[in-house]
């Protein structure tokens, strides 16, 4: 499977469902700052429901994928964002992100489906923002609407990092001079 350069934004949630809407509240400032200064070229912005083949398809073969998503842990401290790199089997999930999704099929058991399917991103970047509220109703309350800005702004690092990355990559295989170099051969050596 080709991963490609480019990254996408996914914002997994329902409006309608109160602190459930923060994934679809980051991507709409997303928007709205890329209004000001673009996002990196490449980037996509997607909203998903959180079904789980909707969210493969989404993220397939792209090179970063962000998640956005809220989480309601029994102990929550609503508006805590919790930042991980999932690694099935190697990287242990943060408690406030494990199996309190609103979705049927947790983010996690994605995840993992992705992985077992070849259907995963290059890398992924999951922040999961503990919630208060998850009854019918608009509008975050107080304490998770104060981290959708703050999140915002480390999504836009996350992106950025990328796209750094993606052009050094490129660099070193393309030289300086544009012409292809060979990771073998030194380029000073004779022909």
Known sequence: MRTSAG??????GNVFRRDDGVGPAVLALLEERALAGPLPHGTVLREC???????????????????????????AHPGRVHRWCPVPGATPVPTGARRHST???????????????????GRLVVYAVEGAERCLGT???????????????????DLVRHAEAVGRYRRLRAGADGTRRSACVPSSAPP
């Open 103 to 121: 979705h049927g099929l947790g983010l996690l058991e994605t995840i993992r489906l992705a992985h077992s399917l070849g259907r995963k991103p």
């Open 49 to 75: 429901d959180g079904d789980p083949g909707r969210l493969l398809g989404l993220w397939e073969n792209a090179g970063l994928a962000v998640v956005v998503d809220a989480c309601f842990p029994p102990s």
């Open 7 to 12: 990254a996408v934004v996914v914002g997994v």
């Open 139 to 157: 509008g975050l309350t107080p304490s998770v609407a104060r981290a959708v800005l703050p999140l915002t702004e480390h999504v836009e690092r």
